[in-house]
């Protein structure tokens, strides 16, 4: 398999987790162009029998692409389920797409355009739609908003498409970029893009941006996005005190105390959790952070949440 992908000189690896939603991922492999040079890995993360047809899983049969099809049954997410498909890439360049998205026609002329390129990082545009519906969403607003700043502002927009944009859809990575670095997914139940995008972002050396979509990420009630649990939001605070851990290391110019205000987000949606709070303390105070700086920022989150409801409430009546 390995002397074939090479003999066809494969420049694109699409690698696409997948947990019980066999529809939505015959509409994602559909929406990806059929080139020579393009490779598809679809990881499954342990679906269940009773939702997924094993014997005809989606184009487990279908040989008018160069596909493979990993069934992994250890359960552990996402994340584990990417860094099986980079095992295996053989491409030049890494694409990653969740199952439950899909590719805009866009994106052949894009790799065309990619495709003898040397740029280790390309940023491209992306659209947002209701996965159900087709209705306008919001979720790829922060990506056309930094996108649309390089126009104006490059050396502003730099950072937050490399350190902020903490998603892997829609970017073009060099797959060398992560082989080389040891870059891998964190396998956590949430977050486990983050880590892998801000490192890209820190090693990449040459980058470009393409203001053309070429995704669109849904909005799916059922999905991992929209599920909250006291324990993902403990993995992201720790997750974001690692994050600024690292820019502070290596002197990236950041909020230092951002965990902090995230911090008092997700308590206050806690109900006031005591375990949360004492939780959440313990993992900000690992930032070196002392008691009073951490109280001292408690206390201006807190009015600036007052101050937002104050101004809702004036907005309302007026």
Known sequence: MQELREKNNIAFSVIIPHKNIPDLLMRCVN???????????????NSSGDIVNFENFPFKNDDSRNLKIIFD??????????????????????????????????????????????????????????????????????????ISMYRNSPQKAEFYLKYSCSVV?????????????????????????IKFSYLTGFYAKSWDVCEIAIYCVT???????????????????????EKIKFFVAHNIECDKFSPIYSFYKYYKNSNNDKNFYNEGMNILKSLNYTEKEIKLHLCVACFQRLKSKLKYLIKKII
């Open 169 to 193: 859809w829609s970017k073009i990575i060099k797959r060398d970029l992560a082989i080389k670095n040891l870059i891998r997914f964190d396998e956590l139940p949430c977050g486990n893009d």
């Open 31 to 45: 929406s990806i162009p059929k080139r020579d040079d393009l490779e598809i890995i679809i990881i499954d993360d």
């Open 219 to 241: 909005e799916r009630k059922d999905s991992l996005t929209r599920t909250e649990t006291q324990d993902r939001k403990i993995v992201r605070l720790k997750i974001l005190v």
């Open 73 to 146: 049954k250890s359960d552990l997410g996402a994340g584990h389920a990417r860094n099986l498909g980079l095992e295996v890439a053989q491409g030049k360049f890494l694409i990653f797409a969740d199952a439950d998205d899909f590719f805009l026609f866009t994106l052949n002329n894009i790799l065309d355009k990619y495709k003898n390129s040397d740029y280790d990082l390309i940023f491209c545009n992306a659209c947002s739609l209701d996965c159900e519906f087709y209705t306008n969403a919001d979720r790829a607003k922060y990506v056309q908003e930094d």
